[in-house]
């Protein structure tokens, strides 16, 4: 049977899940588009499918087919996708040892490029701190290219994550140009073990994370550019860090 209703119970919830309350509440949110629905497949994150009429996906999951109208009502895109999938969240709190620290990240775009990065470039934990977007939003999902399903995510405080990596001995890296280091000169065991934090795109780290960091760090670069866009700066240091063999 084909769900044609706007007003099905189903379609209705899919809808819900465009906003975050709705995605906290039910710990679900939805992916859009083939390549999205299989990445989620492939991490076990996936729970059913609604596919537009007429198509059938080769996974061993529920597929439910919609009308281009049902689809067109749950997307968050101007051309609807042939199919959107729902997802739930994987809740994790491991803490590796080469951590990513996010607080108070705005844009999804932004939040996007440095989860990519972060999988790349082979990070094992990102922590996402309080006032930060969510990263489980369609636009972040979307920037991802479904690479969120590909790392371990921990919201956690940031205040009370500090103190845990001190007694774990894992050193805590935040960059400030005026005072750091080039991280190009960064030690091998510097790089295997580290939390690095990334601040806010207009006011960087705040300053109480600054002052319990053990290490500064810096992209150096010419006079002409005062700083670099938060994601692309990120993925420069991930790169640089990134110093362990395949």
Not at 14 to 43: C, M, P
Not at 72 to 100: A, H, N, Q, V, Y
Not at 158 to 169: E, G, T, V
Request: net charge negative.
């Amino acid at each position: 049977m084909v769900i044609t209703s706007l007003d099905n119970e189903k379609v209705k919830y899919y809808y819900k899940l465009q906003k975050k309350k709705y995605r906290d509440l039910h710990n679900e949110f939805i992916v859009e588009g083939e390549h999205l629905v299989l990445e989620a497949y492939k991490s076990g994150s996936l729970k059913e499918i609604l596919v537009e009429e007429g198509i059938v996906l080769p996974l061993d999951i529920e597929q439910l087919e919609v009308s281009k109208e049902v689809l067109k009502k749950i997307s968050t895109l101007t051309s609807p996708p042939k199919m959107i999938g729902l997802c739930e969240k994987k809740i994790d709190t491991t803490i590796g040892k080469r951590i990513l620290i996010i607080d108070e990240v705005q844009d999804p775009g932004n939040m996007g490029t440095i989860i990519r990065s972060a999988v790349a470039f082979n990070i094992d934990t990102i922590v996402i701190g309080s006032n930060t977007v969510d990263v489980y939003s369609p636009k972040v999902i979307r920037a991802t290219q479904g690479m969120i399903f590909h790392v371990p995510i921990v919201f956690y405080s940031i205040d009370k994550l500090i103190p845990i990596l001190k007694k774990l001995q894992i050193p805590v890296y935040a960059t400030n140009v005026k005072y750091g280091i080039d991280v190009k000169k960064l030690s091998k065991e510097e790089k295997n073990t580290f939390a690095l934090i990334i601040g806010n795109e207009g006011s960087g780290v705040n300053p109480k994370y600054l002052e319990a960091s053990d290490k500064f760090i810096y992209i150096p670069m010419n006079n002409v550019v005062e700083s670099l866009n938060v994601g692309v700066a990120t993925s420069i240091i991930l790169y640089e860090m990134d110093d362990i063999d395949d």
